[in-house]
């Protein structure tokens, strides 16, 4: 049986998502807690495969990850148990053998959390609003050997506490790339440079790349896709160590407020 698990983690203590070697990352880490309780005896055979990757320092409120396992109850029962507390899983569907839950997502959904929030929400919400379209973003993102343009479905901004949000959805991201719009972002909210001035890096992409946010702000928010997930449980000892973080950070709050309450599914 094939099984989709919607994931939550806190990205400050992983080298990223991305399987390396030798570095603790999120999906080391539940690819070793699933072969421990013999869900699978190797990873490509189970043809496990994620939503995508995040960098460093990133964290992720529903990302999806996907195995091939004849012990589908087991996984459901305990795998929540074996992962760190800083993953949980939040819900699962049984889906097709065929589901990659990378090329399957319809949309992916992010949200950086600005902690100093620029005094002109109204200029970001203009540079936000820049963003939507099909564009190339050569000067928002590392390229590398891919295709420059994506289409941006929304993006907005918006108040929550103590912070400026700043959420946008496209059908893809590149590498860096809502990190690079928000620091423009932040620029028109600091009167830094002219909407008018870093929508000419949309208009006319060249050589020049801004530079990325830090990761710590960044939160991968949902990944849309025609699937109905069942809610799943967070284990106490993530419910513990959430609960102590919500405690001394203020981002750590917007993270796991998915949390469910105890008790609830």
Not at 6 to 32: C, H, K, N, W
Not at 141 to 152: H, L
Not at 195 to 204: M, R, S, T
Request: glycine share 8%; aromatic share 10%; proline share 7%.
């Amino acid at each position: 049986m094939r099984l989709a698990l919607r994931i939550a983690y806190l990205g400050g203590g992983f080298f990223g998502s991305q399987m390396q070697p030798d570095l603790r990352t999120v999906e080391g880490e539940i690819i070793e807690a699933c072969m421990r309780l013999g869900l699978f005896d190797d990873w490509r055979s189970a043809a496990f495969q994620t939503a995508g990757r995040t960098d460093r320092g990133v964290h992720a409120r529903r990302w999806v990850a996907a195995f091939t396992t004849p012990l589908p109850d087991r996984a459901l029962q305990a795998l929540g148990a074996l992962l760190p507390p800083d993953i949980w899983c939040t819900g699962y569907a049984v889906v097709p053998e065929s589901f990659n839950p990378r090329y399957d997502a319809l949309s992916r959904t992010y949200r950086y959390y600005f902690p100093d929030p620029p005094a002109d929400t109204g200029a970001m919400q203009e540079m936000a609003e820049r963003f939507v379209g099909r564009h190339d973003f050569s000067s928002f993102a590392r390229i590398g050997d891919k295709n420059p343009e994506r289409t941006v479905l929304d993006a907005r901004i918006f108040p929550e506490g103590q912070f400026c949000v700043f959420e946008v959805t496209a059908e893809s991201f590149l590498w860096n790339m809502v990190r690079c719009m928000a620091t423009a972002i932040d620029m028109a909210g600091r009167g830094v440079a002219t909407v008018d001035d870093l929508g000419a890096f949309l208009e006319k992409p060249g050589s020049d790349r801004l530079p990325a946010s830090p990761a710590e702000g960044l939160i991968l928010w949902d990944v849309d896709y025609e699937q109905v997930f069942t809610p799943l449980r967070t284990d106490a000892k993530s419910r513990k160590y959430l609960t102590t973080l919500r405690r001394h950070h203020a981002l750590m709050e917007r993270i796991s407020g998915v949390l469910p309450e105890p008790g609830s599914g």
